[in-house]
């Protein structure tokens, strides 16, 4: 930081001193796990500097404000339990028992509460809003679950249910008001899931198309919509083969022009940046079966962080940055996967 000019006033160099004063991994922080037969959360600053060990788990979310990260945890008996730590150090808690989907967790935009999956091995499962500091949940609904998060103020859920496990998921898309504890449905056509809610007052989701013309199942389009379920435009326009899937969002940029997605199917999992405004969409790095993993987006939308070498993680996997309009790869940890971060 510059030194202000003497004209400043006193206060000023106050303030000035004071910014100098914050610690780097104040502002950002990084995620990964490690080893995965045996795995090992890890947190270091948004370079992969200074890593340190969290302990064992898998699937890390880190807080918005980088203070905490949670993760799954196995418990006795192999229980599946959600449990939070502080990226300073110290012990681990448990916040939640029978928790599943570990990869579907989001924190709120101030990072006092966690969205949250909780149930049997098998069967219906529970979406579940819990205070990250008391641990008290709060039921929000029941049911077949493809994906949910928080509106850009906090204050309010968007998520993707059905109320079977049928495949196709007959799924529709709902918006769940906190304070006041109600769900508005937003589609009815049944085949809408997997919402994110965007900061330019829009939701983008998936809808499932051609399940009657396709010979495996539906594939995955992005849509858009507002939050009231009105103006519901079609965004991307994708090729997908019999096997494959499509694609699933992931992340946004603050400005609402940048789209971070995934294009998933049978051994295959890699990122894709969409143009937000026109559709238009490319891979981000490398593609198909070992392809380039995303799984989180800078909020400037200029740098997507990732794992390399495919979705089934080994030893020689990387976590790495990738510029969204592409570019040469930084690594951040080696031997490393499922990153996340608050940057």
């Known amino acids: 930081m510059p030194t202000p000019p003497k004209s400043k006033t006193f206060a000023a160099l106050l303030v000035a001193a004071a910014l100098l004063a914050i610690p780097a991994s104040a502002s950002a922080t990084l995620t990964f796990v490690r080893n995965p037969l045996s795995p090992v959360v890890y947190v270091a600053n948004d370079n992969g500097s200074d890593p340190r060990t969290v302990g064992s788990g898998s699937n890390p979310h880190v807080s918005p404000d980088g203070n905490s990260v949670a993760y799954l945890r196995e418990?006795?008996?192999?229980a599946q339990e959600l449990v939070i730590a502080n990226v300073a150090?110290?012990?681990?808690?448990?916040?939640?028992?029978?928790?599943?989907?570990?990869?579907?967790?989001?924190?709120?935009?101030?990072?006092?509460?966690?969205?949250?999956?909780?149930?049997?091995?098998?069967?219906?499962?529970?979406?579940?809003?819990i205070d990250v500091a008391s641990?008290?949940?709060t039921v929000i609904a029941s049911g077949f679950f493809n994906g949910f998060s928080f509106s850009p103020e906090g204050d309010e859920l968007a998520y993707g249910r059905a109320a079977s496990e049928s495949y196709p998921q007959k799924s529709d898309v709902y918006r769940y008001a906190i304070a006041a504890g109600k769900a508005t449905r937003l589609t009815k056509d049944h085949r809408s899931q997997?919402?994110?809610?965007?900061?330019?007052?829009?939701i983008v989701f998936v809808?499932?198309?051609?399940?009657?013309?396709?010979?495996?199942g539906p594939k995955n389009e992005l849509?858009?919509?507002?939050?009231?379920?009105?103006?519901v435009k079609r965004l991307t326009n994708?090729?997908?083969?019999?096997?494959?899937?499509?694609?699933?969002?992931?992340?946004?940029?603050?400005?609402?022009k940048r789209l971070l997605a995934e294009f998933e199917g049978q051994d295959t999992s890699y990122a894709v940046a969409v143009n937000a405004l026109t559709g238009a969409q490319k891979p981000v790095a490398e593609s198909g079966e070992g392809g380039f993993v995303g799984t989180a987006l800078s909020a400037d939308g200029a740098t997507v962080l990732g794992f390399t070498g495919g979705?089934?993680?080994?030893?020689?996997?990387?976590?790495?940055?990738?510029?969204?309009n592409g570019g040469k790869k930084k690594v951040l940890a080696k031997n490393a996967f499922e990153p996340d971060w608050s940057l």
Request: charged fraction near 15%; aromatic fraction near 10%.
């Open 194 to 202: 997997d919402p994110l809610w965007g900061p330019t007052g829009k």
């Open 238 to 256: 994708t090729v997908v083969d019999p096997l494959l899937v499509g694609l699933f969002p992931t992340a946004w940029s603050e400005d609402g």
């Open 75 to 78: 418990g006795p008996g192999h």
């Open 135 to 137: 641990g008290a949940q």
């Open 223 to 231: 849509f858009l919509m507002n939050p009231q379920g009105k103006a």
């Open 207 to 216: 809808k499932q198309i051609g399940a009657n013309q396709r010979q495996y």
């Open 89 to 129: 150090g110290g012990k681990a808690r448990t916040l939640l028992k029978g928790f599943r989907n570990a990869f579907y967790l989001a924190f709120s935009p101030d990072s006092t509460q966690i969205a949250a999956l909780r149930g049997p091995e098998l069967g219906q499962r529970k979406l579940v809003l």
């Open 311 to 324: 979705f089934e993680p080994g030893p020689s996997h990387k976590v790495a940055t990738v510029p969204f």
